[in-house]
Every structure is written in C-alpha cells, then in structure tokens.
Nanobody
Framework: QAQLAESGGGLVQAGGSLRLSCAAS????????MGWFRQAPGKEREFVTA????????YYADSVKGRFTISRDNSKNTVYLQMNSLKPEDTAVYYC???????????????WGQGTQVTVSS
C-alpha cells in the first residue's frame, strides 16, 4: 500500500500559481498511474487530472484544462501538479492517489492521503 504525502498548498490570490507535490513510498511507484482529486467544502470529491505510469499520457477535467499541468518524476517517486491562473472555485483540499482508467473516467485504486489545502482568494 502506497504511503502518500501531499504538500505545496496555501493561500493565493486569483490569477496566481501554486505547485503541489506528492511523494509516494511503499509500492513500486512507477508501475501505476497517479491522479489528483479535490474536494471543496460541501461538495463531492472530484477528479482533477491523472498521469500514466510512464508519464506519456495525461488527462484533465475540463474545468482545469489549459491551466493545470500534471507531471511525475519516477526517480523521485513524486508526482506534481502545477496550477496556474487559479480561480476562487479551485479552492479545495487536493489529494493525490494511485489511479487507473475506467473507460473515459479515472478512479482511485489506493488509499487517500491527508491532502493539502488550496485556497484562492478573489
């Protein structure tokens, strides 16, 4: 079972940027896809983006396409989420998790970490 540690969240003004990191241990990191999901207060957890095991394939929710970029460094067992042009509606707790594709959707295949809070002020 992968141990996950998200970091990099914080408070930023609208239009600003943040870079989230997720360090994984306890499993063979480079053998599975990784996803970022987020949960805003009072809302369901939702898919944000995912990356294939080798970093070749990337997938984004429409709401973040063109603004967020997912990447991974398998030598460091780390996945990143670069978030630009942030909007107040991006405010949420962001979680990384091992993920797999089910048709056109992505779903988690491991346990959730603690997440990291992102707050975007208007």
């Amino acid at each position: 079972q992968a141990q996950l540690a998200e970091s990099g969240g914080g408070l930023v003004q609208a239009g600003g940027s943040l870079r989230l990191s997720c360090a994984a241990s306890g499993r063979t990191f480079n053998s599975y896809g990784m996803g970022w999901f987020r949960q805003a207060p009072g809302k369901e957890r939702e898919f944000v983006t995912a990356i294939s095991w080798n970093g070749v394939g990337t997938y984004y929710a429409d709401s973040v396409k063109g603004r967020f970029t997912i990447s991974r460094d398998n030598s460091k067992n780390t996945v990143y989420l670069q978030m630009n042009s942030l909007k107040p509606e991006d405010t949420a707790v962001y979680y990384c998790v091992p993920a797999r594709r089910y048709g056109s959707n992505w779903g988690p295949v491991g346990s959730w970490g603690q997440g990291t809070q992102v707050t975007v002020s208007s």
